[in-house]
């Protein structure tokens, strides 16, 4: 039975991280709408991601960082022209894509060699990723394909009994996902229009290309 938690409680945050350093999922708040996470770096964690939502294994999975000096643990390669753009938008709603390091199970990025990361703008998410220690692979809290709820009851009567918690940070304050930008190609593409400002970002990528 899924265990339905304060995400401000201490209890709550102590078993999220047992949860997630023993290898299962959680769900928990983000600055967008609920995620569900697991270790980036636990391979099987991940695998109960796509188990749990009905995903297909070829959609890569988002990871979840804590600081901008911790993008090296997940991407490399990271061109001069992404920092201004990431320190301007992170914290907050926009994933950028980049090439992934050999380390990062293929699982998360569905067998391609480029991972989704963002830092999100939100406590419970970045207080996770720093009592983990892990960078964490995130979705959105719903079955694929289908709408993603907008409460921690909502996630867990749609995800079902085997989700083991959800940390209940109340009502989502986005109904909008992050933007996700492709900065491993030249020119960068948008590959997600989301809750950032199209024209904001082109500010910082002038030739973004809008597909």
Do not use: C
Request: proline share 9%; glycine share 6%; charged share 20%.
């Amino acid at each position: 039975m899924t265990e339905i938690l304060p995400a401000t409680s201490k209890k709550a945050i102590r078993l999220a991280r047992r949860l997630l350093r023993e290898g299962d999922v959680v769900a928990f708040p983000t600055d967008t709408v609920y995620g569900v996470g697991a270790n980036a770096f636990e391979r099987f964690a991940v695998r109960e991601i796509f188990a749990l939502k009905q995903r297909p294994m070829d959609m890569a999975l988002p990871v979840f960082i804590y600081q901008i000096d911790d993008l090296n643990l997940v991407a490399r390669n990271v061109p001069n022209r992404a920092w201004p753009l990431l320190q301007r938008f992170w914290p907050g709603a926009l994933t950028v894509v980049l090439p992934k390091v050999a380390a990062l199970p293929l699982e998360v990025t569905a067998g391609q060699n480029t991972v989704a990361v963002r830092i999100p703008d939100h406590a419970v998410s970045l207080e996770l990723v720093i009592r983990v220690g892990r960078p964490l692979a995130v979705t959105s809290a719903n079955l694929s394909g289908q709408p993603t709820p907008t409460t921690a009851q909502g996630v867990a009567a749609q995800l079902g009994e085997r989700l083991p918690l959800v940390l209940d940070g109340g009502p989502s304050p986005l109904t909008q996902p992050s933007t996700i930008i492709d900065l491993s190609v030249t020119p960068p593409r948008l590959l997600r229009a989301g809750a950032l400002d199209v024209a904001t970002l082109q500010k910082f990528l002038p030739d973004l290309e809008v597909v």
